[in-house]
């Protein structure tokens, strides 16, 4: 892939302020989506980023008084 579709993707799915903020990422990895992608599969265990988003998982999920199931669909699917 492209260093402008790594690009594209870690901006679509990675928000780097926040997960800045959140000390997920470190300062000098603005700008540096090989980095920011390599601290993505480190941390989730994938081969490479892409991986993100490619299983549908389905969830049940309560407020504490009614209980529902949702799906949050595979990224690469309609």
């Known amino acids: ?3 402008d579709t790594l690009k594209n993707f870690m901006e679509e799915f990675f928000d780097f302020d926040c997960l800045l903020k959140s000390g997920f ?3 000098e990895m603005r700008g540096d989506y090989q ?3 390599k601290r993505v599969c480190e941390f989730f265990g994938f081969k490479t ?3 993100y ?3 549908e998982v ?3 999920i309560t407020d504490g008084k009614e209980p529902f199931v949702t799906k949050i669909k595979n ?3 309609e």
């Open 1 to 3: 892939m492209s260093d």
């Open 25 to 27: 990422y470190k300062p």
């Open 35 to 37: 980095a920011q992608a």
């Open 49 to 51: 980023v892409y991986e």
């Open 53 to 55: 988003g490619a299983i």
């Open 58 to 60: 389905t969830c049940h």
């Open 75 to 77: 990224i690469y699917t």
